[in-house]
């Protein structure tokens, strides 16, 4: 029976879908697959049997997915299954960066005890706490993926002129994205023109510290910054810089450190952008789906290490191949398997990047000498019958 092994604790909803047919459990020794939520498995040995590893969220930068793509292990994560939760969250960041109601609860609570006093008092207090509405303001969505354009949506139904910023915007986003939000021509224009500005892009080498000295110098005085992605996309030093001299207003961050903690006009929400229990059975649900379909039928959803690639079972014998993409490999692939008097009835190849994968729906064969003649091809990473 094959073996799913859980990192974290996983909706039970997602973890039903694997059936009698699998074997679930944080302690099971050879997995064919896993699902993970925020355990970090950079350090983690992966048993050979591993086939794939699924991130019940959007980010997997707490896992190590340029080792696993060499090992032919694919990664996949569940984009969209929390953008909704994201998008109520950053809705509310939006308010608070504004009216100052997070440190005005708080005041408030300094009150108790004052009995009838309380009412002159909270008249007398209340104007520390004043703020502007966002209604007639402009906002600057950085990142037009699942989340970034439900935010833009959201806000220009709240009245805010929005701006949007990707220059990944995929075909599905395009669609999704109100004719409403204007389309900036690069992020300079993000930042000259927008009150308030978000980000929705993921945490990679290229983008950490996206908002810095140089960025922030670039924003209007007073701007008020919303970050629901990965904190080390802002410089924290900048931003307590900026913060001090009054050229950010307020800056909500949903990934607390210690740097920021307890620093004026920073609001820290403990990591809770995707803690709804509706995100929660999404995310689980997206996961078991993703590993199953992989595992039964090799097709590959929502990978991020891997193109997206899916194709019809045609025979009741499947080839697939993860391979670098190299040239010539496709050649390789078919003339291997042809040596052993295999015919291919259909084939579907994609690459993303340095890797490539290749799927062959083939007649009865001799599974084991054309596994291991593959295997033997220059560029091969790692092949399965199934």
């Given amino acids: 029976m094959p073996e799913i092994k859980t990192y974290n604790k996983i909706a039970k909803v997602g973890l039903e879908l694997f059936g009698d047919s699998y074997k679930i459990g944080d302690d099971v020794t050879s997995p064919v697959g896993a699902i993970v939520r925020s355990a970090k498995l950079h350090d983690e040995v992966f048993p050979e049997s591993l086939l794939a590893i699924a991130r019940a969220g959007a980010g997997t930068n707490n896992i190590p997915t340029d080792r696993l793509s060499e090992e032919g292990i694919v990664v996949f994560n569940t984009p969209s299954a929390n953008a909704n939760a994201v998008k109520e969250l950053t809705l509310l960041g939006l308010l608070i960066s504004s009216r100052k109601v997070v440190s005005a609860i708080e005041w408030a609570k300094e009150l108790s005890g004052k009995g009838d006093?309380?009412?002159?008092?909270?008249?007398?207090?209340?104007?520390?706490?004043?703020?502007?509405?966002?209604?007639?303001?402009?906002?600057?969505?950085?990142?037009?993926?699942?989340?970034?354009?439900?935010?833009?949506?959201?806000?220009?139904?709240?009245?805010?002129?929005?701006?949007?910023?990707?220059?990944?915007?995929?075909?599905?986003?395009?669609?999704?994205?109100?004719?409403?939000?204007?389309?900036?021509?690069?992020?300079?224009?993000?930042?000259?023109?927008?009150?308030?500005?978000?980000?929705?892009?993921?945490?990679?080498?290229?983008?950490?510290?996206?908002?810095?000295?140089?960025?922030?110098?670039?924003?209007?005085?007073?701007?008020?910054?919303?970050?629901?992605?990965?904190?080390?996309?802002?410089?924290?030093?900048?931003?307590?810089?900026?913060?001090?001299?009054?050229?950010?207003?307020?800056?909500?961050?949903?990934?607390?450190?210690?740097?920021?903690?307890?620093?004026?006009?920073?609001?820290?929400?403990?990591?809770?952008?995707?803690?709804?229990?509706?995100?929660?059975?999404?995310?689980?649900?997206?996961?078991?789906?993703?590993?199953?379909?992989?595992?039964?039928?090799?097709?590959?959803?929502?990978?991020?290490?891997?193109?997206?690639?899916?194709?019809?079972?045609?025979t009741d014998v499947r080839i697939c191949v993860i391979h670098r993409n190299i040239p010539n490999m496709l050649s390789a692939i078919t003339s291997a398997v042809a040596e052993n008097n295999v015919n291919i009835e259909n084939l579907l190849n994609k690459s993303r990047g340095d890797y490539a994968y290749t799927m062959l729906d083939v007649n009865q064969c001799d599974t084991k000498s054309v596994e291991k003649r593959l295997l033997a091809t220059e560029g091969v990473i790692r092949v399965r019958v199934i």
């Fill in 117 to 314: 006093e309380v009412p002159a008092l909270v008249e007398k207090g209340k104007s520390a706490f004043a703020g502007p509405e966002i209604r007639g303001k402009s906002l600057g969505v950085i990142g037009l993926g699942a989340i970034g354009v439900l935010v833009a949506n959201a806000a220009q139904h709240l009245g805010m002129t929005v701006y949007g910023y990707d220059p990944y915007l995929s075909l599905q986003n395009a669609w999704n994205l109100s004719h409403h939000i204007n389309r900036a021509s690069d992020v300079a224009e993000i930042y000259e023109k927008c009150d308030y500005i978000t980000l929705h892009i993921p945490l990679t080498p290229d983008t950490k510290g996206t908002v810095n000295a140089q960025a922030l110098a670039k924003m209007k005085d007073g701007v008020r910054i919303l970050n629901f992605s990965r904190d080390g996309l802002v410089s924290s030093a900048d931003m307590k810089a900026a913060l001090e001299s009054g050229k950010v207003a307020s800056y909500v961050v949903d990934f607390p450190t210690d740097d920021m903690l307890g620093v004026e006009g920073v609001i820290c929400i403990p990591h809770l952008g995707a803690s709804t229990p509706e995100s929660e059975d999404n995310c689980a649900v997206m996961a078991a789906k993703e590993l199953i379909d992989y595992i039964e039928n090799g097709n590959i959803t929502n990978s991020v290490n891997l193109p997206s690639i899916s194709m019809p079972r045609g």
